[in-house]
């Protein structure tokens, strides 16, 4: 098995920045890779709890584009 050229440099890089062989460089690069497609998948259901919300009274809530208007001015057209 060969490893692609730019990959080994990078593997190399590696093992003179951090001082350890280019073999445990490597192994220890393999082993994340494996590790990480092992912990990434479905982590269960995601939920979001509804809070309450207090209402400003005289504030109609029903048309959305008025509101947004009426808070934050005229619209640029």
Known sequence: MMVEDDVAAKLHAEARK???????????SIRLGLLSKRTTGPRGRFVVKPFAVKKKTGINYDN????????????YK
């Open 64 to 75: 959305v584009w008025q509101l947004v208007e009426d808070l934050e001015g005229p619209a």
């Open 18 to 28: 951090s001082g350890k062989s280019f073999k445990v460089v490597v192994n220890e």
